[in-house]
T-cell receptor
Framework: GAVVSQHPSRVICKSGTSVKIECRSL??????MFWYRQFPKQSLMLMAT?????????EQGVEKDKFLINHASLTLSTLTVTSAHPEDSSFYIC????????????FGPGTRLLVL | AQSVTQLDSQVPVFEEAPVELRCNYS??????LFWYVQYPNQGLQLLLK??????LVKGINGFEAEFNKSQTSFHLRKPSVHISDTAEYFC????????????FGTGTRLQVTL
């Protein structure tokens, strides 16, 4: 199956700093990438959808200035949490689809963010 | 609009017993159906998917699911579970079309014990 990687897997930062999370599709070209947030014991909440070379489309209630998404190439998308605060602490998961896997979304391993 | 219902939030089962995790969906158009598994502190792994064709689909780790259009269901089954199957299972649906988004159910926690 298609492989999606995320880096870092875990990050701890101080309140007020910015954190960048990378998402890569390793063996396919991801025309569309998605960023999700997951709270403990809950389902995934879609934050935004990005198409390569275009601005991301954010879901209602998600601050676009807070969560900056860049999808600069067909294999890389980044999520930057700007001026992070403790309430931003969460599990962030990216997902991608494209190429011969247009119908199916493949997920990264997730990034655990802890803001102190 | 589409929605997914996973009625069972938790399913306890003994090792080597069969299990069925229920999933029902609602959509006014044709859909793709998926089951994903999530182990603790990990992302989602695709178990199986129904895109078209045969309604019985087989996935990894011995799981299978059957698409039932009349009952709008896509229940996941395994004839004999292992301790290692303990995880969270998510059913998801996406309508046909490149712009559509994946809609998840609330998840079912499968707890396998000896």
């Amino acid at each position: 199956g298609a492989v999606v990687s995320q880096h870092p897997s875990r990050v701890i930062c101080k309140s007020g700093t910015s954190v960048k999370i990378e998402c890569r599709s390793l063996d396919f070209q991801a025309t569309t990438m998605f960023w999700y947030r997951q709270f403990p014991k809950q389902s995934l909440m879609l934050m935004a959808t990005s198409n390569e070379g275009s601005k991301a489309t954010y879901e209602q209630g998600v601050e676009k200035d807070k969560f900056l998404i860049n999808h600069a190439s067909l294999t890389l998308s980044t999520l930057t949490v700007t001026s992070a605060h403790p309430e931003d602490s969460s599990f962030y998961i990216c997902s991608a689809r494209g190429g011969q896997t247009q119908e199916t979304q493949y997920f990264g391993p997730g990034t655990r963010l802890l803001v102190l | 609009a589409q929605s997914v219902t996973q009625l069972d939030s938790q399913v306890p089962v003994f090792e080597e017993a069969p299990v069925e995790l229920r999933c029902n969906y609602s959509s006014s158009v044709s859909v793709y159906l998926f089951w994903y598994v999530q182990y603790p502190n990990q992302g989602l792994q695709l178990l199986l998917k129904y895109l078209s064709g045969s309604t019985l689909v087989k996935g990894i780790n011995g799981f299978e699911a059957e698409f039932n259009k009349s009952q709008t269901s896509f229940h996941l089954r395994k004839p004999s579970v292992h301790i290692s199957d303990t995880a969270e299972y998510f059913c998801a649906v996406r309508s046909w079309g490149t712009a559509s988004k994946l809609t998840f159910g609330t998840g079912t926690r499968l707890q396998v014990t000896l």
